[in-house]
């Protein structure tokens, strides 16, 4: 079975049934699996057949996951993570060497900064950052040392796009990795395999599961570099639990629909925020006033879960607004049924020096709303009166 519409193998693809004819995949709880002699067992650690050996580096649930999440993005070969950080952290620590050098767009998720500021330099990993406004400064910036290219489209906390395809065309003429972070868009929305990213890197803890219950990442793409990843990562045990790839794998199955609905209110609560006195600006994709809203249109489906904007007052009123929310949940996480407020400047993204956030678009007034699953009436309720 191949070549199914999008929901089709989000719903369909899975695992082998077993002799009870299950509907729905079982659990595979086990850490290691059996040989049926000598044999079988020299031969399964010399890779002369594709089997599960022990679930540091495969099991049914992760493969059926990894498998599905191929699908959906148009990828050979993938390797799921136990968190988003670690699917980050060990695709690159996986293809880069001593002395090679990062470039990357200057917005990017905290921890994935903070990575390259103080973790890759142990091991003389480099990294500059270039302006997602300033596209014509990237090619200056590559350097004989330099080796992948990173981003995210649309990035955290910001919802800034970049052109991926125009990325992938720097990427290609410099023979360099292309590697995006495809989390803030879902496989839904956005497949930048198309575009000429030779990774796509995703935190399954946020849209993916879309409930806030698990925690996860992927990494999918070119074989030969998926490949690297596995050996890296079946020797160093980053590997997704059992259990949290076979709730992932059942998320998936209404990554559409829900992605639909929340894209759906997204529009409808920035829109609102657009006309209201309160409120200095507001950033969605998908709104006409988005300074990418052209290119966002052009490589995703819709806006996505994530509208930003700033509220009069700075900080004060800032704070104000999160005291005054009764029904929005103030958490640092995103993608999830439930709507979120944040405040980016003192959680995600604190470990930033106040330049560097501001560099990034992040000022002390900036509200990040994911917007969720509730009745939009509700949400835009809520929002209203926390404004005052
Ligand atoms: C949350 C997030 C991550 C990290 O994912 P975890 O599952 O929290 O480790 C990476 N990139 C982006 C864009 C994110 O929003």
């Known amino acids: 079975m191949s070549n199914k519409q999008f929901e089709t193998e989000a719903v369909r693809t899975q695992i082998e049934r077993t002799q009870f004819l299950e509907h729905s995949s079982p659990l595979y709880l086990t850490s290691s699996y059996v040989f049926e002699d000598a044999e079988d067992m020299r031969a399964s650690f010399a890779e002369e057949k594709e089997r599960n050996i022990y679930s540091r580096y495969s099991n049914p649930n992760t493969s059926e996951f990894v498998t599905k999440v191929c699908k959906m993005e148009g990828a050979e070969a993938g390797f799921a993570f136990a968190s988003g950080m670690a699917a980050v952290y060990s695709t690159l620590a996986a293809l880069l060497d001593s002395g090679d050098h990062i470039l990357s ?71 360099l ?13 956005q497949q930048p395999i198309k575009f000429g990213a030779d990774l796509v890197i995703h935190s399954g803890t946020k849209l993916m599961d879309g409930q806030g219950r698990v925690l996860a990442g992927i990494t999918v793409g070119n074989a030969e ?38 894209c759906e209110n997204a529009l409808k609560l920035a829109e609102f925020l657009e006309v209201h006195d309160k409120v200095n600006w507001v950033k969605y994709p998908f709104l006409k006033s988005h300074p990418m809203h052209e290119v966002a249109k052009k490589q995703m489906k819709a806006g996505g879960c994530v509208v930003a904007f700033e509220v009069k007052g700075g900080l004060v009123a800032g704070q ?12 640092a996480n995103l993608g999830d049924s439930r709507s979120i407020v944040t405040h980016p400047a003192s959680t995600t993204h604190s470990k930033l020096t106040k330049e560097e956030r501001l560099a990034s678009g992040i000022t002390d007034g900036m509200v990040r709303i994911s917007v969720g699953l509730e009745h939009i009436d509700d949400i835009i309720a809520d929002i209203k009166q926390a404004l005052g």
């Open 105 to 175: 767009a200057g917005n990017i998720f905290g921890s994935t900064h903070s990575l390259f500021t103080t973790i890759f330099p142990k091991w003389n990993i480099s990294h500059s950052y270039f302006k997602i406004d300033d596209f014509d400064s990237v090619e200056s910036l590559i350097t004989s040392k330099t080796k992948l290219i990173y981003a995210e489209s649309p990035t955290n906390p910001g919802v800034d796009v970049l052109d991926l395809e125009a990325l992938g065309k720097i990427a290609k003429k410099h023979n």
């Open 225 to 262: 570099l998926v490949d690297k990843i596995y050996r890296f990562s079946r020797i160093t045990g980053p590997a997704l639990s059992p259990f949290n790839a076979w709730v992932l794998s059942k998320s998936l199955e209404t990554l559409a629909i829900r992605v639909d609905r929340h």
């Open 177 to 189: 990795i292309l590697v995006i972070d495809n989390c803030f868009a879902s496989p839904y929305l």
């Open 320 to 331: 104000k607004f999160f005291d005054a929310i009764e029904l929005l949940s103030l958490s």
